[in-house]
């Protein structure tokens, strides 16, 4: 009965772990080499396409990939997932502003040296006249 239950253990924590997806853009040959319907030469193709166009956007993007069809992307798209990497600004933050006036005081140019952490929800322009 021991010897039983420790098979079926075994027998689903193996198949569990074969049905874990996969992420696209993350993804090793080898990672995709382990997904059901992908050889060698899909997965190398996979990544070739992520190498020369970038991460994937989404699943259905796979049928751009040499080798990979409509047929092929049905049955693999339970077994992938596509994240997408967070845009960030690495911009410093600043709250400093420089305009330019011309003679009538109107403004002419407003710039300001970096973005500033927040929008600027409401602003007043102060104007010193001569």
Do not use: C, W
């Not at 059901?36 to 990544?47: D, E, H, L, R």
């Not at 410093?92 to 330019?100: A, D, E, L, Q, R």
């Amino acid at each position: 009965m021991q010897r039983l239950l420790i098979t079926l253990l075994l027998f689903f924590s193996l198949s569990l772990s074969t049905f874990a997806a996969v992420d696209l853009n993350t993804a090793t040959q080898a990672d995709l080499e382990e997904i059901k319907g992908i050889g060698p030469v899909k997965a190398k193709a996979i990544i070739n396409y992520r190498k020369q166009h970038g991460d994937f956007k989404s699943i259905e993007e796979l049928d751009n990939v040499h080798g990979i069809g409509e047929a092929t992307l049905t049955k693999l798209k339970s077994q992938l997932f596509v994240t997408r990497k967070k845009i960030t600004n690495n911009l410093p933050m600043t709250n400093k502003v420089h305009s330019t006036v011309n003679k009538n005081n109107n403004i002419k140019t407003i710039k300001a040296d970096r973005p500033a952490k927040e929008p600027i929800k409401e602003s007043k322009l102060i104007v010193n006249s001569k």
